[in-house]
């Protein structure tokens, strides 16, 4: 059973830095997609980055291109989000996800492609 828990959510103002971090566990295969996504209150889940376990290729949202990066210490199976320059628009409940396969090349902002979610770490951001 995969299991992911994130972690280093919190408070910060306008301008700050948070990492965060995703701790992976039980993965039966070393092919997958690590996705993190977001859900504001009274918006939809939205994708926003994502990497490959295998090639550690990666992918950003429009919205978190340039401030926000992906990265992954395979010794440790935890995934991270650098995220830089945050706006109150990144207020948001962040959950990592994994998908089996090579989802990350084709779908992986795509929810319904992942099958396993953490609890969420919320992230709030101050003006």
């Known amino acids: 059973q995969v299991q992911l828990v994130e972690s280093g959510g919190g408070s910060v103002q306008a301008g700050g830095s948070l990492r965060l971090s995703c701790a992976a566990s039980?993965?039966?295969?070393?092919?997958?997609?690590i996705g993190w996504f977001r859900q504001a209150p009274g918006k939809s889940r939205e994708g926003i980055a994502g990497?490959?376990?295998?090639?550690?290729?990666?992918y950003y949202a429009d919205s978190v291109k340039g401030r926000f990066t992906i990265s992954r210490d395979t010794a440790k199976n935890t995934v991270y989000l650098q995220m830089n320059s945050l706006k109150p628009d990144d207020t948001a409940m962040y959950y990592c996800?994994?998908?089996?396969?090579?989802?990350?090349?084709?779908?992986?902002?795509?929810?319904?492609?992942?099958?396993?979610w953490g609890q969420g770490t919320q992230v709030t951001v101050s003006s």
């Open positions: 039980g993965y039966t295969s070393s092919s997958n997609c």
């Open positions: 990497i490959y376990t295998v090639s550690g290729y990666t």
């Open positions: 996800a994994a998908a089996r396969g090579t989802y990350c090349y084709t779908r992986g902002t795509d929810s319904d492609v992942f099958g396993y």
